[in-house]
């Protein structure tokens, strides 16, 4: 409720309820201001104990002749509501997902004083635009009004995974989305080349794959959804959305080429995403392929396959002949029927972007995963920023087909714009629903854009997001040379500290590359380089993602600042240091200052901007901060025992003479 409905329902002046409001206690800015329930009925008590004759005399004004076409009666009572409460302020109901015309009609002004407006405060919008959805109150209260914006959802943050809970009943078993990684040149696309029994490769350039492209097969009765996940360096984005959104990752290597960087890479990415794997030995066929070899560099990562006692599966296959697929397939399969995936195909369809480009003749087209319900042509929804209409649904065949249910792929027509890779879509219930929740997406991302935090304000904020008393420092590293990996990585897991450990994500030989910040990206990570320096566009891509990057050349320097990096996450033990204390002889009163404490410095030092209790009687009347501090007309910044002093404190004026003044200082000291 707002407190100009409120207002509305007491059939009071909703400034004379605001000004009460403010009065009690109640933090509320403007008449659009929202109160909780608690709030209203604090308000509602007031206002019956101050007015004990429940009946006003009725006005002899007609109201509906001072109501402008587009105000709300007063429904909810069926009390008229007074011409001077009207004239006070109008309250003006505004769709979500209106234009700018639109909107100045609704308040009765032209459009080009909002276009005029809307571009004083920043935002430079058409009269046929959809209108800020953040700024339709701002904009409508500086004309005068007050508005109802109807059909105001609850947009989750852009990209944002959305969170069901769903009734066991209404879940049934679903596809599982198999994602193939591994090197370049493993033979990924050959792969899924010969599960569909399709040349994929020939119409690929250079043979590498340039898209993330989603099928499905049948498998035993069973249909799995494959998407292959590009293995070339240049694609390792696609490649970390990729392990995102699968049930299991089906891990491609070369028999006689071995455990190679993306290899590694590939394996770091299933990990943080905390998928089955299953581990494809490939082109066994060939001269110089050595299985027994590839699983044991495998266990290095570990990686354990069954065969060498652990717990992951692997499967000898040629995929240019054919050899072995089918073994893959039924393993696929059993673990599918093992983990049971599930998901409620009876209620609103959502699931994740894929791919998404702009076709001739076609317009915007997105590759889409179906994650939970069913879509349906003519269907409404909403990725990110983007909103749009289902006009055509075709599945990997290129067939035109009426529903997609859960762990689908399927290619969507009909989107307003092109989506951005890996954003969540939900389908909502009307088109102006999808334009609104994409407008204030927009809005989002503008201003995110504008306030990108730095490399040291991200690894700041994760170090205070992460203390707690089980702190992780996730770490990806990168050496020059094989020794110096293996020694990095049996010495940065024994740094421990109660409270906290570290989780060596990923690590490499070579230089920083735009691989290493879009897993650090993914995964909240710090980059260390040891010998190492980062790439120019890697560095660009750190700067633009926030990603902390730190190089070095003494290897104890690095293990002793990735200590501090892990001391930092735990939480700091609080020392107070008690600076000085004074005494209040006289108050002055100042204006626009307030209450100025002319003190006398007992002992220690006062300091400006040190906390300070103000004690009575020995009880702590209040603790706060030294907002200012003078010596005669001169703004000091701390004085001495022994010294007479002007101070105020920040925000509070109840200081009376005798009182005593302790300045003091909260030290945070850190774990060692």
Not at 201 to 223: L, R, S
Not at 608 to 616: D, F, M, N, S, T
Request: glycine share 10%; with cysteine.
């Amino acid at each position: 409720m707002r407190v100009y409905e409120l207002a509305r329902d007491l059939g009071m002046d909703s400034k004379e309820l605001l000004t009460q409001a403010q009065d009690l206690g109640i933090d509320v800015k403007t008449a659009s201001s929202g109160l909780d329930d608690e709030s209203a009925e604090l308000l509602r008590l007031a206002v019956a104990g101050d007015q004990p004759e429940a009946e006003p005399a009725p006005s002899e004004a007609a109201p509906a002749e001072a109501v402008e076409p587009d105000l709300e009666p007063d429904t909810a009572t069926g009390e008229p509501v007074s011409a001077e409460a009207e004239q006070d302020v109008e309250i003006v109901s505004i769709p979500l997902g209106a234009t700018v015309t639109q909107f100045a009609e609704a308040i009765g002004i032209t459009p080009t004083d909002v276009v005029t407006e809307l571009l004083m405060r920043g935002q430079p919008v058409g009269v046929g635009q959809v209108m800020p959805a953040n700024l339709i109150e701002p904009v409508a209260e500086s004309f005068g009004f007050m508005v109802d914006v109807e059909g105001a959802p609850q947009a989750p943050a852009v990209a944002e995974r959305p969170v069901f809970e769903d009734a066991d009943a209404d879940l049934a078993l679903r596809p599982p989305v198999v994602t193939v990684m591994g090197h370049v040149d493993h033979g990924k696309t050959t792969l899924l080349d010969t599960i569909r029994k399709t040349r994929v490769v020939e119409d690929e350039k250079g043979g590498i794959t340039q898209h993330i492209g989603a099928y499905q097969v049948e498998v035993n009765g069973h249909p799995i959804t494959f998407i292959d996940t590009p293995g070339h360096e240049a694609f390792t984005a696609l490649r970390a959305r990729g392990a995102n959104i699968t049930d299991i990752v089906v891990l491609v290597v070369a028999a006689n080429d071995g455990v190679m960087p993306q290899t590694v890479e590939a394996i770091s990415h299933a990990k943080a995403a905390d998928v089955k794997l299953i581990v494809a030995v490939n082109k066994v066929d060939l001269p110089g392929a050595d299985p027994l070899r590839v699983r044991t560099e495998l266990t290095e990562h570990d990686v354990i396959t069954e065969e060498l006692g652990g717990d992951v599966p692997s499967v000898e296959v040629s995929a240019l002949n054919g050899d072995g697929v089918d073994d893959l397939l039924d393993v696929i399969d059993l673990i599918a029927q093992l983990e049971e995936f599930k998901a409620n195909p009876t209620t609103e369809a959502s699931g994740v972007v894929v791919e998404a480009q702009v076709e001739l003749g076609r317009g915007p087209v997105a590759s889409v995963i179906v994650q939970r319900g069913t879509l349906k042509t003519g269907d409404s929804f909403v990725a990110g920023a983007v909103s749009g209409r289902v006009r055509a649904l075709m599945d990997d065949s290129g067939s035109q087909i009426k529903t997609a249910g859960p762990s689908t792929p399927v290619q969507i027509m009909g989107w307003d714009d092109v989506p951005a890779a890996g954003d969540f879509f939900t389908v909502v219930e009307t088109d102006r629903e999808a334009r609104g929740i994409a407008s204030g997406r927009q809005d989002e991302l503008k201003a995110a854009s504008n306030a990108m935090p730095s490399a040291r304000d991200r690894l700041q904020g994760l170090l205070d997001q992460l203390r707690s008393e089980e702190a992780t420092l996730n770490v990806i590293v990168k050496a020059d040379a094989q020794g110096s990996l293996e020694a990095l990585r049996d010495s940065i897991p024994k740094i421990e500290r109660e409270g906290g450990k570290i989780q060596l994500v990923h690590g490499a030989i070579g230089g920083i590359n735009e691989n290493d910040v879009s897993l650090a990206e993914v995964t909240s990570s710090v980059i260390v380089g040891f010998n190492v320096r980062p790439e120019p566009k890697a560095r660009k891509a750190a700067e633009q993602a926030g990603v902390e990057i730190r190089t070095y050349g003494v290897i104890y320097e690095l293990l002793d600042d990735i200590e501090l990096l892990l001391v930092g996450q735990l939480a700091p033990e609080e020392h107070e240091q008690v600076l000085g204390t004074a005494e209040v002889r006289a108050l002055f009163k100042v204006p626009r200052a307030g209450t100025i404490a002319g003190c006398y410095v007992v002992e220690g030092v006062v300091q400006r901007g040190a906390k300070a209790r103000l004690i009575r009687d020995g009880v702590v009347i209040h603790d706060g901060v030294i907002s200012s501090l003078k010596r005669f007309k001169d703004d000091v910044r701390e004085v001495a025992s022994g010294f007479e002093c002007g101070m105020g404190f920040e925000n509070y004026n109840d200081i009376k003479e005798g009182d005593s003044i302790e300045n003091y200082l909260i030290r945070e000291v850190a774990r060692t």
